[in-house]
């Protein structure tokens, strides 16, 4: 079988295969695939000789995630689902991602393009944890949500509340649900927050991190990142995240706890 499909339960082996070519830049999808059977999410695979050689995972209304070594596969993949609604979001290795929008598009704009990396940290961070770190509970939400949405506004110019709040608390929920939002706490008010966004026996990935502007500069961010960072790797040989490279600020935070730079990545807002 050459060319394009979606698909099934029966490629499990197949697409676990495929990730596990390089585990660190697919924690993400790593972690997807072993939480939900195949069928939960819009898998579609491009196929050489055979042999399962590139995907794209889609999750409704929301984000697609390719993961394609040769990006000619991902313009496959593309190409395949140019009838096919786009999604809010486009992560994953740089020309994987962009060959994969350039034929999905077909001439179409996204939002924004942004230019990130990945980092990854496999040594805990030295120090005590901070005071006041704990993970959010769910009476918290409405704040979680509004923050989750400033960071948004902020750092990519979407507004997920005004696209789809329904879409925006769930997620949100069931996030600080699964006890995935972590945050610090400072004299009764949220402070910091940051998501667990994957756990996997190979890692664990971060992201969503905010502090609201009046907390800024008290090196809050740093503390709490840290602090995650050393509970994450207990469990976990390595915790990974993608950063904008133009957001200085938030590079030089996750230095400084300890992670190093890793394979260009592409965000597309669309």
């Keep these: 079988m050459d060319g394009v499909e979606r698909l099934t339960q029966a490629d499990e082996a197949g697409i676990r295969r495929l990730l596990e070519q390089d585990v660190v830049v697919n924690l993400f999808l790593l972690g997807f695939l072993a939480a939900h059977p195949v069928s939960r999410g819009g898998w579609y695979g ?10 794209a ?11 394609c070594p040769d990006p000619h596969d991902a313009a496959r993949i593309g ?8 999604p809010t979001l486009m992560v994953g290795p740089r020309e994987a991602t962009d060959a994969l929008w350039k034929e999905w598009a077909r001439g179409r704009r996204g939002r924004a393009h942004f230019d990130q990396r990945l ?18 509970t769910y009476p918290e939400w409405p704040v979680i949500a509004d923050f989750s949405a400033a960071m948004e506004r902020e750092d990519l110019g979407v507004d997920p509340v005004g696209a789809d709040p329904q879409l925006h608390d769930h997620i949100v929920k069931e996030r600080v649900k699964a006890g995935r939002t972590w945050v610090i706490e400072r004299d009764g008010a949220i402070v910091f927050q940051v998501n667990v966004g994957t756990q996997h026996a190979e890692g664990a990935q971060i992201g969503g991190t905010y502090v609201p502007p009046a907390h800024r500069s008290q090196g809050l961010a740093q503390q709490g990142i840290a602090a995650l960072g050393g509970r994450l790797l207990r469990r976990a040989p390595r915790v990974t995240l993608h950063v904008n490279e133009a957001n200085v600020a938030a590079v030089k935070v996750y230095e400084r706890c300890g992670f190093m730079r890793d394979a260009p990545f592409r965000l597309i807002t669309i």
């Design 119 to 136: 980092y990854v940290l496999t040594e805990a961070p030295p120090g005590p944890e901070t005071d006041g770190f704990r993970r959010a």
């Design 79 to 86: 190409a395949h689902l140019f009838h096919i609604r786009t």
């Design 57 to 67: 995972l889609l999750l409704p209304r929301r984000l697609a995630v390719p993961y």
């Design 46 to 55: 491009a196929f050489e000789d055979g042999e399962l050689c590139g995907v």
